[in-house]
């Protein structure tokens, strides 16, 4: 059985009406559950909801690129006392959407794929190259399975 992490966990919402939209499909024991199935040390996150505004501009200071982006990955520092991850997701619920209706999934499959991709993101996994790429793609396929969610990249 695979060793049970301890997560402290917060999710944001950008604003209200993104909240009042989103959070029927969107609640904590549920990112809670997804986030730890890709976790392999104790984590504290952040889970934040946002529009494309936001996505773009963060996506625009920090990576360089002029457009909102479905996720967005900022791992800080390990707690020095407690070891645990310390990191922020930044989810941009209408690329999220519009990923999801090309796709042709559901905007809940695609949700988790992107929660288990930035976790992974943030515990230090990449896809810069192909063998790094191969190797976090198995890794999510071998999670999203184990949460009865179909290979992503099929």
């Known amino acids: 059985m695979a060793q049970a992490f301890k997560l402290t966990l917060d999710i944001q919402f950008a604003s209200d009406s993104l909240e009042q939209t989103w959070s029927p499909l969107i609640n904590k024991r549920k990112i809670g559950n997804w986030i730890k199935k890709a976790l392999q ?7 934040r909801f946002v529009g494309n505004a936001e996505s773009k501009k963060l996506n625009g200071t920090y990576r360089h690129k002029d457009y909102a982006t479905n996720i967005l990955t900022f791992p800080y520092d390990i707690d020095p006392v407690s070891n645990a991850l310390n990191a922020d997701l930044v989810i941009c619920l209408p690329v999220l959407k519009k990923e999801a209706l090309a ?5 809940e499959q695609h949700l988790i794929h992107l929660i288990i991709h930035g976790t992974l993101h943030a515990q230090g996994f990449d896809h810069e190259d192909e063998i790094e790429a191969e190797a976090m793609e198995e890794l999510e396929i071998n999670i999203l399975k184990s949460l009865k969610q179909a290979n992503p990249y099929c």
Do not use: H, P, R
């Open 41 to 47: 040390q104790d984590a504290s996150m952040t889970v």
């Open 103 to 107: 796709q042709k999934k559901s905007i």
